[in-house]
């Protein structure tokens, strides 16, 4: 992994001295995103999305693209029709939601544990996993099956079978399009 890593930033430094555009046909999502200044991701010989690698990870437009760049929650949410999203207590802005049920989708890592009396939606944690930087948890929700990524900073991580409450802030969740697939 390390020697990948560093050749990946050999390309790239080669790619930006060279001054030339480069295409790179790849499945490898983070060798993708890590050498790219625009990404193209494609399904079945079609176009999802164009747009610089963080922008398509972090908003991606349909399901497809959400659970092609890594991990991802895809929620059902209720939009109020005035760029707000709920799910339970928790409401957020969401430009462009409308009214009625919708899918969202939301990072793992952008996920985190709300304080005792926020606004929050509640779920109960299924598995849990020690991977030396950070936790990866999975859990069970009415909005759907959620994947949390919790950064290992010491404090304690909710065991299996303990129901907690979720957040997200405004600008974790992106709108995906009616009729996407995963």
Same mark, same amino acid.
């Given at each position: 992994?390390?020697?990948?890593?560093?050749?990946?930033?050999?390309?790239?430094?080669?790619?930006? #001295?060279?001054?030339?555009?480069?295409?790179?046909?790849?499945?490898?999502?983070?060798?993708?995103?890590?050498?790219?200044?625009?990404?193209?991701?494609?399904?079945?010989?079609?176009?999802?999305?164009?747009?610089?690698?963080?922008?398509?990870?972090?908003?991606?437009?349909?399901?497809?693209?959400?659970?092609?760049?890594?991990?991802?929650?895809?929620?059902?949410? #209720?939009?109020?029709?005035?760029?707000?999203?709920?799910?339970?207590?928790?409401?957020?802005?969401?430009?462009?939601?409308?009214?009625?049920?919708?899918?969202?989708?939301?990072?793992?890592?952008?996920?985190?544990?709300?304080?005792?009396?926020?606004?929050?939606?509640?779920?109960?944690?299924? #598995?849990?996993?020690?991977?030396?930087?950070?936790?990866?948890?999975?859990?069970?929700?009415?909005?759907?099956?959620?994947?949390?990524?919790?950064?290992?900073?010491?404090?304690?991580?909710?065991?299996?079978?303990?129901?907690?409450?979720?957040?997200?802030?405004?600008?974790?969740?992106?709108?995906?399009?009616?009729?996407?697939?995963?």
């Amino acid at each position: 992994a390390k020697l990948r890593e560093e050749m990946q930033g050999e390309l790239r430094q080669i790619q930006r #001295s060279i001054g030339t555009t480069t295409i790179l046909v790849t499945h490898d999502q983070h060798e993708a995103m890590a050498l790219s200044d625009r990404i193209v991701v494609m399904n079945k010989g079609r176009v999802e999305q164009i747009g610089a690698p963080d922008t398509v990870y972090g908003a991606p437009d349909t399901a497809f693209v959400a659970n092609f760049l890594g991990k991802t929650n895809v929620l059902e949410a #209720s939009g109020n029709g005035s760029g707000q999203v709920a799910i339970e207590t928790l409401s957020v802005p969401l430009a462009g939601a409308p009214t009625g049920t919708l899918r969202i989708a939301v990072r793992p890592e952008r996920l985190s544990f709300a304080a005792e009396g926020a606004p929050g939606f509640t779920a109960c944690i299924t #598995s849990r996993v020690f991977q030396g930087a950070h936790w990866l948890l999975t859990a069970e929700s009415a909005a759907g099956p959620v994947t949390l990524i919790r950064h290992n900073d010491g404090t304690a991580v909710p065991r299996e079978g303990e129901t907690v409450k979720l957040r997200f802030g405004p600008g974790d969740a992106a709108l995906l399009a009616e009729g996407s697939d995963a």
